[in-house]
């Protein structure tokens, strides 16, 4: 699907000028890329909304119309209200077809792993994202790895995947992406433990303790008495 953006620059700068561009349907951009220095445009929301209905996501390529050109363009970073999830700010970048480029790629897990299917485990996702390098064409939406075959106690690395053809993962190989663990167990001794069971994890037992501490007892109760008769 060839998507083209249509933009107009945009003279206003300030936040009260882009709150103004907002509340009529559009949002601030700004174009970053060869030949172009910081390039201060108007977008309409639902035009970046359809972008991001997209399969791919931020990575998808799209056109972008501005003095009387297009051009490849993919977003580059978005800025969003934490508060009521509104887009408030985009980063578009120019993207030269025959050049690789740097993206983040999802991660899709397929297969039960046989340590969950079959020996009690759990599934601990650590990464869900890898970073790749690819030319624009070459743009994977993910990539799939499966792990049927994890027991527990194993994992699967960045080392581990195969990328699709043209796909150069760039995440250190010796990153985790999940594993299969073990559940925690449940304390033997719910809230305050006995003292009982303290002194079993310490490796020692109550009575040692006490023995312990009656000589000092008795060495305090004899100065005691040495003190009554010195007076």
Known sequence: MNIIVKSENREGLGKNASRRLRKQGFVPAILYGEGVDSLPLVLRKKDIAQVLKQETGENTLFKVAFDAQERDTMIKALQIDPTTDELIHVDLILISMDKPIRVTVPIVHRGEPNGVKTEGGFTDFVTREVEVECLPRDIPENIVI???????????????????????IITEPGTVLLMISLPHKEEEFPGEKPEEAVAAEEGQEPEVIKKERAPKEEEGEKAEKKEKKEK
């Open 146 to 168: 499966d792990i049927s075959d994890l027991h527990i106690q194993q994992s699967f690395k960045v080392e581990n995947m195969t990328p699709p053809a043209g796909v150069k």
